[in-house]
């Protein structure tokens, strides 16, 4: 297997530790240099039951190129996002319960912490075209073209999806994501949110979102991961 498939089994098991599991759905892809394709689990396994043996290798167009097991009827998320963005290395899609039930809200998201920060400005975008699985090309391409050059867009009934350049990043994103969806959640509930950082301190925020502290916060979750394996 190519370099850095290990760490997707890490990317995994940190975001199943994360909350991010639901059931045997939901996938992460990785792009293979090598053949144009993309590593991500066969169906039928939780995040936290992904091993080497349970990755497959599939190509631009779906075929199963290497490893065992069925692909996930919904790799064209990853295929068209990868085709769309060559910069991009990793595809995260997760069905989390707070940006699910947020999506659900058509409220924009706010700079409330941290967390929001690489998502508000602008507003995260949201593909509507449809909430059911996303199993053909055409839906894949959508959702890309919805998603542009944005870190994460959320599916009202649905879930979200994450992209970028590393699997850190791509996996940190869904879960400041997932976070941020949360905490305006909470402040909805309390009757807000009445304050959140505006355009400009959003931009002056973005300096804290740096590759570094991404894999910083990625590293720690995959420690938290192996922690609740033994």
């Known amino acids: ?3 850095g498939v290990d760490q997707l089994v890490e990317a995994y098991h940190a975001l199943g530790n994360a909350g991010h599991g639901d059931l045997v759905w939901g996938h992460i892809a990785l792009r293979d240099g090598s053949t144009g394709g993309f590593w991500m689990k066969a169906a039928g396994w939780g995040f936290e039951e992904v091993t080497r043996d349970r990755l497959v290798l599939l190509s ?4 199963v190129l290497a490893g065992k097991g ?18 991009v290395s990793a595809v995260v899609h997760t069905h989390a319960g707070a940006a699910v039930v947020f999506a659900s809200l058509a409220t924009p998201l706010r700079a409330i912490s941290h967390d ?20 053909s090309s055409d839906l894949g391409a959508g959702l890309a073209a919805t998603l542009a050059d944005a870190n994460g867009v959320l599916i009202p009934g649905h879930g979200l999806v994450t992209a970028s350049a590393t699997l850190a990043e791509a996996a940190m994103y869904a879960v400041l994501l997932d976070r941020a969806c949360a905490n305006q959640l909470r402040a909805l509930q309390a009757g ?12 002056a925020k973005q300096a804290m979102w740096t590759p570094a502290s991404l894999a910083s916060g990625f590293d720690y979750l995959v420690r938290r991961a192996h922690e609740s394996r033994r």
Do not use: K, N, Q, Y
Not at 71 to 76: A, M
Not at 192 to 203: M, N, T
């Open 1 to 3: 297997m190519t370099d």
């Open 60 to 63: 631009s167009e779906g075929s």
């Open 70 to 87: 069925p692909r996930h009827v919904e790799w064209p998320i990853h295929a068209e996002i990868l085709r769309a963005r060559p910069e």
């Open 116 to 135: 929001g920060v690489p998502f508000a400005t602008p507003d995260v975008p949201r593909f509507t075209d449809t909430a059911d699985l996303i199993r």
């Open 192 to 203: 807000g949110p009445l304050l959140w950082s505006d355009a400009s301190e959003v931009a």
